[in-house]
C-alpha cells in the first residue's frame, strides 16, 4: 500500500528535524544529561514538527541504545515498538474528540501502574487547548505530583487557550515557521531520493504555499508527483489551483490603470479554468502586499520570496502604484475574502472589490478617501491640475448698500455666504501667508494643495482667503479638521486668532496699509471700550 510522503519522510531522529534546531539542540541535551522534565509543551503553527518531536523525545528517553548525542538508537525492540504502535505506555491522546473530564480521570488512573516496557510512562497530548475547563483542572493535579515513571508532552496550535496554571508546570518550547529556503532544499533531497525530477522554481513555490508547515509542503509534493514525474511550474500551479503570477500582474495593472473591464476580463478567464475565487483573492492580497514591501523596504529581496525576475517586476509596478492605493486594494480585498466566508457569492464579491479598485469614487471608506486625496495631490503637484493666474481688483463701485449686523467674533464668515457692508472695507494684505502655506504643507497636504496660488487679507479679526481652487472652499466647508488646522497654521505666524471666510473683490478693498486710528478704533471696541472723539 502506498505510505504518504509526510509519513513515509517524518523523522526518526532529532538530527532529522529541519528548521527547529533551538529545539532539538536543547531535548538532545537533556536526554544525554538524563535531566529530562517531567512536563513540556509543544506550541507552534501547523505542520512545524511538534508530533514529530513528542516522539522522537518519547523514543529518546525511552530508547534501550541512546546515541550520545541524545538521539534514539531506532533499531531496539523500544524504539521499533513505538515506531509501530505496540508498546503502549507511549500513549497518544487527541484532545480534539477525547477532552472531558472522564477521560483524564481514566489516565490520571493509569499513570500510577509503572511501565510495562519501557522506562517512562508518556502521554502525548495533541491539540491540548481543545480540553474542557474540567479536564484542564483533573490533569493539573497529577502534574503538581507526577508519579516519577511519567512524562507528559502537551502539543497546541493555540497556547492562549492553555490555563496560566498549566502552562507553569510545564517546559515550553515555540516551534517556528520552517524558512522557505530550508523547505525547498528539503525537498529537492526528498523528491531525488524518490526519483522524481523537482525543478527549483516549482520547489520554492511549494515552499511559499506551505507557509512555514513542512508537513503542508510534502501533501503538495505528493499531489504533484501524482501528476507528472516532472514537477515544474504549472504541474505546482494545476496541483494548487493557483493563477499564474501573470494574471496577478495582468489584474494590478488593469487596476491601477482603471480599466474595470479588462480587470474583469481577466476574472472570467480564470473563471473558465476553473480557478477558486476565494483563492484568488488571497493570492491578489498576497500580491499587493508583496507590491506594499518593494514600495517600503530597502532590500525587499529579503522579506518577498520569489524568483529573481519577478521580484524585478514586482519593483517595476510598485513604482507604479501609490501607496496608499496598496493599502486600499488590500484593505478591499480583505473584506471581500471575510465577506466570501459568511457566505456570499464568491465570484460576485471579488467582481464587487475589482469595480471599487478601479474606481475608488464608488467606495466612501476611509482608505478610499485617502486614496483620492493622494492622487489629488499628485495632480496638483505635476501640474495636471492648472491654477488660473489671479487678476488684479477692479476699481470698486461706491455704492451703499444696507450694512447687515456683523457676525460674532467667535464664528466664521460662512464661505457661500455674500458679505454686505454699507462702504467698502478696507482689507490688507497678510505678509507672512507664503510662511502660512508652507507650515500648512507639513500639517496637511490637500489643504495646502487646494490653497496653492492662493493670498489671504486681513482686517479686525477676519482673514479673507483668495484661492483659485474651489476645492479649498469644498475641504473648509465639509470638515472642521482643515478649519482647525489652516487657524492653527496663522495663529503660530502671526499670533492671533483670525475667523475665516472668502475673499469677495466686489465687497473689499485692497489698502497698503490701514489707518492707525482706525485700526486702534476698532481694536478698542472689539474690546468692549467706549471712545469719543472730540474735535
Known amino acids: 500500500m502506498y505510505q504518504a510522503l509526510y509519513r513515509k519522510w517524518r523523522p526518526r531522529v532529532f538530527a532529522d528535524v529541519v528548521g527547529q534546531e533551538h529545539i532539538t539542540r536543547t531535548l538532545r541535551n537533556q536526554v544525554s544529561a538524563g535531566k529530562t522534565g517531567h512536563a513540556y509543551l ?6 512545524t514538527g511538534k508530533t514529530t518531536c513528542s516522539k522522537i523525545l518519547a ?67 495533541d491539540e491540548t487547548h481543545m480540553l474542557s475547563i474540567g479536564a484542564f483542572n483533573a490533569l493539573l493535579k497529577i502534574m503538581e ?60 513555490l511549494i515552499a511559499r504555499l506551505s507557509d512555514g508547515g513542512m508537513r503542508d509542503a510534502l501533501s503538495l509534493l505528493d499531489v504533484c508527483i501524482s ?48 480557478v477558486e475565487f476565494d483563492r484568488l483573492t488571497e493570492q491578489l492580497v498576497g500580491h499587493y502586499r508583496n507590491l506594499m514591501v518593494a514600495r517600503t523596504v530597502t532590500k525587499p529581496e ?52 475589482l469595480v471599487r479598485l478601479c474606481n475608488p469614487s464608488l467606495d466612501g471608506s476611509q482608505a478610499a478617501v485617502l486614496s483620492r486625496l493622494e492622487a489629488l495631490e499628485d495632480m496638483i503637484k505635476s501640474g495636471v491640475i492648472s491654477h488660473p493666474q489671479q487678476t488684479p481688483a ?46 500648512l504643507e507639513k500639517m496637511s497636504k490637500p489643504l495646502w494643495g487646494a490653497l496653492n496660488g492662493s493670498t489671504a487679507y486681513v482686517t479686525k479679526d477676519l482673514c479673507l482667503i483668495d484661492a483659485p481652487n474651489q476645492l479649498f472652499l469644498e475641504l473648509i466647508r465639509s470638515s472642521s479638521t482643515y478649519k482647525n488646522c489652516l487657524r492653527e497654521a496663522l495663529r503660530l505666524l502671526t499670533n492671533q486668532k483670525y475667523r475665516l471666510g472668502p475673499y469677495n473683490k466686489e465687497k473689499y478693498q485692497i489698502v497698503d496699509k490701514l489707518d492707525p486710528l482706525e485700526e486702534l478704533l476698532d481694536h478698542a471696541a472689539s474690546l468692549g471700550i467706549e471712545v469719543e472723539i472730540k474735535e
Open 302 to 353: 529579503e522579506m518577498i520570496v520569489c524568483l529573481p525576475d519577478e521580484l524585478e517586476k514586482l519593483q517595476v509596478q510598485s513604482r507604479e502604484y501609490r501607496l496608499s492605493a496598496i493599502l486600499f486594494a488590500i484593505d478591499c480585498l480583505s473584506q471581500a475574502l471575510t465577506r466570501m466566508s459568511q457566505g456570499s457569492s464568491k465570484r460576485v464579491e471579488l467582481e464587487m472589490a
Open 227 to 274: 501528476r507528472s514525474s516532472h514537477v515544474e511550474l504549472e504541474t505546482v500551479s494545476q496541483a494548487a489551483g493557483l493563477a499564474r503570477n501573470e494574471y496577478l500582474f495582468s489584474i494590478a495593472q488593469s487596476v491601477q490603470a482603471g480599466d474595470t473591464g479588462a480587470a474583469l476580463a481577466s476574472l472570467e478567464a480564470l473563471s473558465e479554468r476553473s
Open 145 to 204: 505530583e507526577p508519579p516519577p515513571h511519567v512524562l507528559f508532552i502537551l502539543a497546541t496550535t493555540e497556547v492562549h487557550k492553555v490555563p496560566a496554571t498549566i502552562l507553569s508546570r510545564c517546559q515550553r518550547f515555540d516551534f517556528r515557521r520552517i524558512p522557505p529556503d530550508v523547505i525547498a532544499r528539503r525537498l529537492a533531497y526528498i523528491a531525488k531520493q524518490e526519483g522524481v525530477a523537482l525543478e527549483e522554481d516549482a520547489g520554492v
Open 59 to 125: 523514543k529518546a528517553v525511552n530508547c534501550l541504545s541512546p546515541t550520545p548525542d541524545g538521539d534514539p538508537c531506532g533499531e531496539c525492540a523500544v524504539c521499533k515498538g513505538i515506531d509501530d504502535g505496540s508498546v503502549l505506555d507511549v500513549v497518544e491522546i487527541d484532545a480534539a474528540s477525547n477532552n472531558g473530564v472522564e477521560n483524564i480521570r481514566d489516565l490520571r488512573e493509569e499513570a500510577n501502574f509503572t511501565p510495562a516496557a519501557a522506562r517512562f510512562r508518556v502521554y502525548i497530548i
Open 42 to 47: 509543544f506550541t507552534g503553527s501547523r505542520g
Open 394 to 439: 477692479p476699481p470698486a463701485a461706491q455704492e451703499t448698500p444696507a450694512k447687515p449686523e456683523a457676525p460674532s467674533p467667535s464664528e466664521d464668515v460662512p464661505v457661500v455666504q455674500e458679505v454686505r457692508v454699507e462702504d467698502l472695507e478696507k482689507v490688507t494684505a497678510l505678509a507672512c501667508w507664503p510662511e502660512v502655506l508652507e507650515k
